[in-house]
């Protein structure tokens, strides 16, 4: 049985292959983003003229021909609305054309459940970090048998990932995101930035803010490495103590900024500490890949789950604690 | 002074001991050797500064652990009674009030708790104790004070939250102002209908 997902939430159209739990095919394709940011509309015409190509390369790449695929699933929220809806469209037409199931996958559970996959952990505590989400969380069962993530803590205000681009485009940073600030940062000096941890929440505007400003009297190095450290000094903080919270057992790190070194060696240390393990899954499926969207269908059309017409839309505002987790 | 750990929490370690004569807690702010010196320094001494003030403030105007003996990453201070509220099958509403009560006088003397949540009440037989102020700090913005509220909010049951609210409403003196702020807040979207069930 073999299930195609399609990613579309933001700037990268992905499309993988999920068969039984291994992963396939994992084909991307990405909008350059220029210092303009993202506009969602370009993004959207973008995606839909690579749409059929992608889904092509992915098929080719997984050794399946199209008449193995059992269902397809796609991203349907949290994301930019234009884009969401060509990966919608693709996987509706896929569906009607074949003659199959289709699921709608939200984005975080994508994300976080194929790390947990990867890693081998049944219960892990899961840190979410991209660019417009940065939360963490776990399993938890409200009711009899009724599971769905449970947000321990999360930013308050902006993604860690955009408050890292926004920086790096004040700092005229090119290309202007996260690894490219890390490499500025290196050897850096620490210059006091406002921390803001409540409880396990977190804030970032304060700090971006401080540290915009601080450009002006200060060496962009310094400041890179200030802001970043400060960053995930308060996530990592905040990881610890849900961590001994919660008792949940090893830590797992996805999403965007999850390909950051500094922020793997800071989990590390932190898990170690308290005699956890640490997994981060490869860069490939920690940046918005299909993979996690067709793994995240896979189980869903293996537990029988049978969405409705109506739940077949895209939703740009979608949290992760919405959803309820019926195959787990 | 024999010492026994009783806790792990997320920055502190906890013992129990007896500090000449008197039944005590110890709260030792660990090491963290994975965040940069500047900040890990800030982190374990301004904030066990900061605490052993509070506390001593705290502890003089409703039921607080009072500080006995401080250095420079930890505080030795009075065991209050009672189990923690997060481990009782529900806080119940005669509690809610007094949790109300104690947070109206922290804040009526610009005390910000920082973790106001069930996991931080202490409940004996009819007294209610308030601990770990190790996110506390001093402020008179009703935000901050609309955070602990909405953090007690997400932590008890939606009943318990009515009886605190009106109890809040008539002990602290800004109540009007935070609790407009705690609505403007839940506003701001990101965080609706979370709560802080964990169970």
């Known amino acids: 049985m073999a299930v195609l997902g399609i990613e579309s939430s933001a700037h990268t159209f992905g499309v993988g292959v999920s068969e039984n739990g291994k992963l396939l095919a994992n084909v991307k394709c990405m909008y350059k983003i220029t210092d303009k940011g993202m506009i969602p509309s370009r993004v959207a015409e973008f995606h839909a003229g690579n749409a059929k190509a992608v889904i092509k390369e992915a098929l080719e790449a997984s050794g399946l021909s199209i008449s193995d695929i059992e269902a397809v699933s796609y991203t349907k929220g949290p994301g930019l609305g234009p884009c969401l809806r060509i990966g919608q469209l693709s996987a509706m037409t896929l569906a009607e054309t074949l003659n199959i199931p289709v699921y709608p996958v939200n984005h975080a559970i994508g994300h976080i459940q194929i790390a947990a996959h990867l890693s081998g952990m049944k219960d892990p505590l899961a840190i979410y970090v991209s660019g417009g989400n940065s939360q963490i969380l776990g399993v938890a069962e409200e009711f009899k048998g009724v599971k769905r993530y449970h947000i321990y803590g999360e930013t308050l205000d902006i993604g860690l990932g955009n408050m890292i681009d926004n920086f790096a485009r004040a700092a005229k940073l ?144 979608y949290r992760i604690d919405e959803v309820e987790l019926q195959w787990l | 002074m024999a010492l026994k750990k009783i806790a792990e929490g997320a920055e502190a370690d906890i013992y129990t001991l007896n500090f000449f004569g008197i039944d005590s807690v110890m709260k030792f702010r660990r090491p963290k050797p994975y965040l940069v010196k500047e900040i890990e320094e800030s982190l374990r001494s301004v904030r066990t500064k900061t605490e052993a003030r509070i506390l001593s403030k705290a502890s003089a105007i409703t039921n607080a652990p009072k500080p006995l003996f401080v250095s420079k990453y930890g505080i030795i201070m009075e065991k209050l009674p009672g189990l923690q509220a997060s481990k009782m099958p529900s806080l119940g509403s005669a509690n809610a009030e007094r949790a109300a009560l104690i947070l109206a006088k922290l804040h009526n003397v610009g005390i910000i708790h920082g973790d106001f949540t069930k996991a931080n009440l202490l409940v004996s037989n009819d007294m209610l104790s308030v601990i770990d102020f190790g996110l506390s700090y001093f402020s008179s913005s009703p935000e901050d004070m609309a955070f602990d509220v909405l953090l007690a909010k997400r932590s008890i049951s939606n009943s318990e939250y009515i009886r605190f609210r009106a109890q809040y409403s008539k002990s602290c003196f800004k109540s009007k102002v935070v609790l407009n702020k705690l609505e403007e807040i839940e506003r701001r979207g990101r965080y609706q209908n979370r709560s802080l069930d964990t169970k």
């Not at chain 1, 996805?254 to 005699?275: D, I, P, T, W």
């Open chain 1, 174 to 317: 090119n290309p202007a995101w996260g690894s490219t600030v890390a490499e500025v940062a290196e050897g850096g000096k620490y210059i006091q930035m406002p921390y803001t941890v409540k409880g396990m929440d977190f804030t970032f505007t304060g700090l971006l803010t401080n540290a915009v400003k601080a450009l002006s009297s200060n060496s962009v190095k310094d400041v890179a490495y200030s802001l970043q450290e400060t960053a995930f000094s308060m996530v990592v903080e905040a990881s610890e103590r849900a961590l001994l919270l919660s008792g949940k057992q090893g830590v797992i790190l996805c999403g965007g900024v999850a390909q950051s070194k500094r922020l793997k060696e800071m989990l590390n240390e932190m898990s170690g500490s308290h005699g956890q393990r640490f997994f981060v899954a490869l860069n490939e499926y920690n940046a918005d890949n299909g993979a996690m969207i067709a793994y995240v269908g896979e189980l869903m059309h293996k537990h029988g789950s049978k969405p409705k017409s109506s739940e077949l839309v895209v939703k740009q505002r």
